[in-house]
């Protein structure tokens, strides 16, 4: 058995796509339209591994926007994608630009929680051992659910 894929289901793609690729730095390697289906399939894989889901389509998150408009909820119960950084720091801080609540902060210099704009929870681990602790996200407090 091995690891081929994670599928979320998206509201508005263009705004999937703005938070996994602009903010995150996905990239997209492969893209299905289906008329007959009334469907886009977007994958998208982490940089460091763009050469294998180039050739394999995995490891890949598949995003799924279905023309026809659905409501979607329990994000929450999906669980959540974990990404590592090179800097969760940095990380942070574009997100947070970009006007992405932290919901947990990266207090212990490790790990930290985001929610995508559907509602799942994203995890950024730090790559390597943590990065010594640090204000704001010290002491800032969490925010809603993860």
């Not at 263009?14 to 893209?31: P, Q, T």
């Not at 982490?46 to 926007?65: R, S, V, W």
């Not at 999906?78 to 992405?100: E, Q, R």
Request: net charge negative; hydrophobic share 40%; aromatic share 10%.
């Amino acid at each position: 058995m091995e690891f081929l894929h994670t599928m979320v289901r998206v509201a508005d793609l263009d705004a999937s796509m703005h938070f996994y690729c602009d903010l995150l730095g996905l990239i997209e390697v492969k893209r299905y339209d289906s008329e007959r289906g009334r469907f886009t399939l977007v994958y998208l894989a982490a940089a460091g591994q763009l050469d294998e889901a180039k050739n394999t389509f995995k490891p890949t998150i598949e995003l799924t926007y279905n023309w026809d408009k659905e409501q979607y909820s329990g994000g929450r119960n999906f669980g959540h994608l974990a990404f590592s950084v090179d800097n969760i720091y940095d990380a942070c801080n574009k997100l947070m630009s970009a006007g992405v609540v932290i919901n947990r902060p990266p207090r212990c210099g490790h790990m930290a929680f985001v929610q995508s704009p559907d509602g799942i929870s994203i995890e950024l681990l730090q790559k390597g051992e943590a990065l010594s602790s640090q204000e704001p996200w010290q002491s800032m407090e969490n925010t809603g659910s993860w």
